[in-house]
């Protein structure tokens, strides 16, 4: 509303005109409409518009046109197109130039236009048309519509450019960001670590051209102290109560509550102490208990004691000093009443268990009878009980917990390496070791929604002391399982537990002390790679899929730092979640492999995953990082193919003969070249020539980086070339030409002749028959026998399906 400044020229060209819309609410318009009349050349010059820093702007015009063919003797010079133009300029000096020097946006047509008749019924057939000028270089622009000789009434022009909207993932903040110039681009953005947190990757996303965030790498995790909740870091508070107990003239017994806000699970208490007034002269002990005893203490003397609380994110800030003192030599006393409390506690604590006891009696088994019936049933079990929902503390003699300072394995920083949990004797302590015992009662089974190896698979719940409630997927050990069954299913969280990166299904703690035994992980929405992407075939955008397979690379190259072979990679091992992050799950088949030679073909009750395996992994047992490998370029096949089952129905037998012969499966329709290439990569038959999983990660971030790198497809000729050159009756080799394939049946006087007359790619040569050799003046029967087989071969396996024509 109201006058906009624009410039109309010639002034009797387009008008300036208030009117009403279909629902009489006042609208402003231009309009034009010199049908009748001939050489018409109306300009309209908007205000100068500044672009605020972008270098795409988009211009969304509504307008109503008229149909020439309904206005009566105007036919001949009527009009139905206008034209758009643009000029840039860094201010409004740009006002007075020329027409000529405008440049040309587009040509407007209507999809629709107007006639008499829908003038008297009042219908607007307002018609919708968006450009998009760039890149631009300065620092605004203007806009010019001509008209020459249309009924015409620009009735909105609304200018406008695309961002990524300021957002914090992974811990990260990242910053409005315009979209770049190109519609293909993908900016990269660096993120920038919240308060309280620092890099663990540099996190990093990328800004789609149509203003989407992708590919989110890399993050942040909270410093040490503090904690993650709801992308945020808040520290945990500090222990607030501290008691004394028995004091001796050597001792001071000490305890204390737990911090108000623990923000997370207390993995153990330092306490600091020292003489008063000595504090350069200080002792550290560490307890995973609420009560120390500090001995070897001077009789008669003041020490400052200092209590803080460690979490999974680290340590929070120390408690106020407190002090107490030691007995004089001549008095060996004891507080006696300090005692009291601690016998109510024991005395409580012992009614809790014993109710729980009865409680899980009545309860049975939670999945047993379906999972929303057992979280109902332990609802009503325990209807009165204020139940602490935390991990138990198992008591541990001083020696094991020294050993496990000494040897943990996990969560200490810069030990990286992973421990076979059959290397214990043990393997219940194994599962201690890495996983957490979570309280059955803290978890809420919801539904079930898939079926494991052992069990039922549910979501559910979980709400642990001092966090809040939070999506979980819950592994179930059905009843009636054998000690190995019970071992072989908990080895997996033994394993799982060791890891800890986001592209790493994540463990938060196993259940053993109840039943039925269970496995908690984080809850991935999307459920499995496989059938998420079947369902949603040809859903996504190159990048996002490139994205999926960066993150599964990413979880590969952390697994193979570790040490650890997955032996089982393929996209139905991989979880997808809500924000399409993928993570590397199913860490349970390695061990039947590695300890069972009877065990290499069948495992499971299924078959050894030949489709996904190397084959000096099918025909000697080798299971490296190497072998990992070649099962991704198994799963980047499955993705780009949006679930297709590898070698489609072949036979287990034929994909492993195919495989040794030199065949790689074809490129999937509409894969970019960068992608096949890096499959063919990984399924060299050396391994050592095999691309590592750091190598693939960066080779993913560079065509990230770099978009139109994946602009190039493997066209359908090159799909049937790329499939013959794999295959060499003569051992390796590759045929990348017709010249390279003479050369390898020794026929290679011929190549000119066939390049000659045309045929100059393998796909020609597939056409060939022995007229077309003869004609050509491959007179030798020997010859042309040679050449006939050779394609013959290679037309064999096109027929079975392994290379698609
Ligand atoms: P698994 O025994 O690990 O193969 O799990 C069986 C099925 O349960 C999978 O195929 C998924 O559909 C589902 N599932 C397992 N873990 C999760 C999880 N963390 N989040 C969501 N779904 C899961």
Redesign the pocket.
């Known amino acids: 509303m109201g006058d906009l400044g624009w410039i109309a020229y010639p002034k009797n060209g387009w008008e300036e005109i208030g009117e009403v819309d279909e629902n009489y609410a006042p609208i402003h318009t231009y309009q034009v409409c010199k049908v009748m009349e001939q050489n018409q050349n109306n300009w309209l010059l908007t205000s100068w518009i500044s672009n605020e820093g972008a270098s795409r702007i988009f211009i969304e015009l509504k307008f109503t046109l008229r149909d020439c063919n309904s206005l009566p003797g105007g036919l001949g010079t009527c009009k139905e197109t206008f034209n758009m133009y643009y000029f840039e300029s860094d201010d409004e000096d740009g006002r007075n130039i020329k027409e000529n020097q405008y440049i040309k946006i587009d040509t407007i047509a209507a999809d629709e236009s107007f006639t008499e008749l829908d003038l008297g019924d009042r219908v607007m057939k307002l018609n919708t048309e968006v450009r998009d000028v760039g890149p631009l270089t300065k620092k605004g622009f203007y806009l010019a519509f001509q008209d020459v000789g249309a009924c015409i009434a620009l009735v909105s022009v609304r200018v406008y450019y695309k961002k990524c909207p300021s957002v914090i993932r992974n811990l990260a903040r990242f910053p409005d960001t315009i979209t770049g110039a190109d519609s293909s681009q993908l900016l990269e953005v660096s993120g920038v670590c919240i308060n309280h947190s620092v890099t663990e990757e540099a996190p990093k996303m990328h800004c789609s051209a149509e203003g989407e965030w992708l590919v989110p790498i890399g993050k942040c995790l909270c410093k040490a102290g503090y904690e993650e909740k709801n992308n945020t870091c808040q520290a945990p508070s500090p222990v607030s109560t501290v008691k004394k107990g028995k004091i001796t003239k050597n001792s001071i017994s000490l305890s204390w509550q737990e911090p108000d806000r623990p923000n997370g699970i207390i993995l153990e208490y330092e306490i600091k102490y020292f003489e008063k007034d000595q504090e350069t002269s200080y002792t550290i002990i560490k307890s995973k208990e609420t009560a120390i005893t500090a001995d070897g203490l001077k009789p008669g003397s003041a020490y400052v004691f200092q209590i803080r609380a460690r979490t999974a994110a680290g340590y929070g800030g120390f408690s106020r000093r407190f002090e107490f003192e030691t007995s004089p030599v001549s008095v060996a006393a004891s507080s006696d009443q300090s005692q009291i409390p601690i016998i109510v506690v024991s005395v409580t604590v012992g009614v809790i268990l014993l109710a729980v006891v009865i409680g899980f009696l009545l309860s049975g088994s939670c999945c047993d009878h379906g999972c929303g019936w057992a979280s109902s049933l332990r609802a009503v079990a325990y209807p009165s009980l204020t139940w602490r929902c935390g991990y138990s503390k198992a008591k541990q003699d001083p020696e094991e917990e020294k050993m496990h300072f000494h040897n943990g394995h996990i969560k200490l920083p810069g030990v990286r390496t992973y421990v076979d949990p059959h290397t214990y004797e043990d393997p219940n302590q194994a599962v201690h070791e890495f996983a957490k015992e979570i309280e059955a009662s803290c978890i809420t089974i919801e539904r079930v ?6 069990g039922e ?1 549910c ?1 559910g719940r979980l709400k642990l002391q001092g966090k809040r409630e939070f999506p ?2 819950i ?1 179930t050990l059905k009843v009636g399982y054998t000690e190995k069954q019970r071992r072989d299913f908990l080895g997996e969280a033994s394993i799982m537990g060791q890891f800890d990166h986001p592209n790493i ?1 994540h463990l938060e703690g196993v259940v053993t002390k109840s039943k039925p035994v269970m496995i908690v ?5 999307n ?2 790679l496989d ?1 998420f992407l079947k369902k949603n075939d040809g859903q996504f955008t190159v990048i996002q899929l490139v994205g999926m397979l960066r993150g599964i690379a990413s979880g590969m190259k952390y697994l193979s730092d570790m040490g650890y072979v997955h032996r089982d990679l393929a996209a ?2 991989i ?1 997808i979640n809500s924000n399409l992050v993928c993570k590397v ?2 860490f ?1 088949l390695s061990r039947v492999l590695e300890d069972d030679p009877e065990a290499a073909y069948t495992t499971r009750g299924g078959k050894i995953p030949i489709r996904w395996t190397a084959p000096e992994a099918i025909a000697f047992r080798k299971f490296t990082s190497a072998s990992d490998v070649w099962s991704y370029g198994i799963v980047m096949w499955e993705v780009m193919s949006y679930g297709e089952r590898p070698y489609w129905e072949m036979t287990n037998q034929d994909v492993i003969k195919a495989v040794e012969e030199g065949y790689r499966l074809p490129s999937p329709m509409d894969c970019p070249a960068a992608l096949y290439q890096l499959m063919l990569d990984c399924w060299q038959k050396d391994r050592n020539s095999r691309p590592k999983f750091d190598e693939i990660v960066s080779m993913l971030d560079k065509l990230i980086r770099n978009p139109s790198s994946l602009k190039t497809l493997v066209n359908a000729s090159s799909r049937v070339s790329n499939l013959l050159v794999e295959h060499s009756p003569v051992g390796s080799g590759a045929y990348r030409s017709v010249g390279e394939w003479l050369e390898a049946i020794k026929m290679g006087r011929y190549t000119e002749i066939f390049m000659e007359n045309g045929y100059s790619s393998m796909d020609a040569v597939a056409q060939v028959t022995l007229e077309d050799l003869r004609r050509l003046g491959v007179t030798l029967v020997g010859h042309q026998k040679k050449i006939m087989n050779s394609l013959q071969e290679m037309k064999v396996q096109l027929v079975n399906g392994m290379v698609p024509l």
Do not use: C, H, W
Request: glycine residues 16%; without cysteine; hydrophobic residues 35%.
């Open positions: 929604i898939g079926a494991g190896e052992f698979v979501s979980v997927a592994k299904i992980t984080e809850y991935m929405e459920g499995s059938t139905r091992n979880l799950s199913d349970g």
